[in-house]
């Protein structure tokens, strides 16, 4: 697509269930990465893929956190016993990771309240 | 570990020049980059800095200097539309973006 798509822009959630969000990159990006973001803070990096695999999670806050990448495409984060700090701003960012474009391209994020 | 820092908020009026100033502490990575983000949308991807020196796109310029650990983003011809955040990121070796805390921008009319 033109741009990265994250779904769904808005959730709201009851304390101890999972939620999934979905992100779909730049077609062909190789690289994909998650961030999350508090009201009025700076961006917290959760996870990062070069492909399908992983090479850092090191950001990831719990084990309650988990990402998979399928396809070098679309990728998920679920996020299993939700508690209200979780709540925060999701974005995903994909990168082509060439030359010396290191730029990322956000989506627009998924905004997820636990209540 | 790498951190950074950066003026929590600058403020300045339409048409003037302001510099939004950035600290860090690592042991080493490739780049320094600037994002802007404004209120509820997606940051954007502004400027990246592998080398010493000064990167200009446009109305916005970008410095690093390694030997000082320290950046920073000039703004020029300001306007209101540049009211926004923000934040400087350094690429580590892991291949992620660190970002700063950010700076809060008002412009002034």
């Known amino acids: 697509g033109a741009g990265v798509s994250q779904s769904p822009s808005n959730k709201v959630t009851e304390k101890g269930k999972d939620v999934e969000l979905r992100c779909d990159p730049i077609?062909?990006?190789?690289?994909l990465y998650w961030y999350r973001q508090s009201l009025g803070q700076g961006l917290e990096f959760l996870i990062y893929?070069?492909?399908?695999?992983?090479?850092?999670k090191s950001g990831l806050p719990s084990d309650r956190f988990s990402a998979e990448r399928t396809g070098e495409s679309v990728s998920t984060l679920t996020i299993q016993r939700t508690q209200q700090e979780d709540s925060a701003v999701y974005l995903c960012?994909?990168?082509?990771?060439?030359?010396?474009?290191?730029?990322?391209?956000f989506g627009s994020g998924t905004r997820l309240t636990v209540v | 570990g790498q951190s950074l820092e950066q003026p929590s908020e600058v403020t300045a009026v339409e048409g003037a020049i302001v510099q939004i100033n950035c600290t860090y502490q690592?042991?080493?990575?490739?780049?320094l980059s600037w994002y802007q983000q404004h209120d509820g949308g997606a940051p954007t991807f502004l400027s990246y800095?592998?080398?010493?020196g000064l990167e200009e796109t446009g109305r916005f310029s970008s410095f690093l200097s390694r030997s000082d650990s320290y950046g920073y983003l000039l703004l020029q011809e300001l306007q209101m539309k540049d009211s926004a955040s923000y934040f400087c990121?350094?690429?580590?070796?892991?291949?992620?973006?660190?970002f700063g805390p950010g700076t809060r921008l008002s412009v002034l009319p």
């Open positions: 960012a994909s990168s082509s990771g060439q030359g010396t474009n290191y730029g990322y391209t």
């Open positions: 077609s062909g990006h190789t690289a």
């Open positions: 990121a350094l690429l580590n070796y892991g291949q992620n973006f660190v």
């Open positions: 893929f070069q492909g399908n695999s992983a090479p850092d």
């Open positions: 690592t042991s080493g990575f490739y780049g």
């Open positions: 800095n592998a080398l010493d």
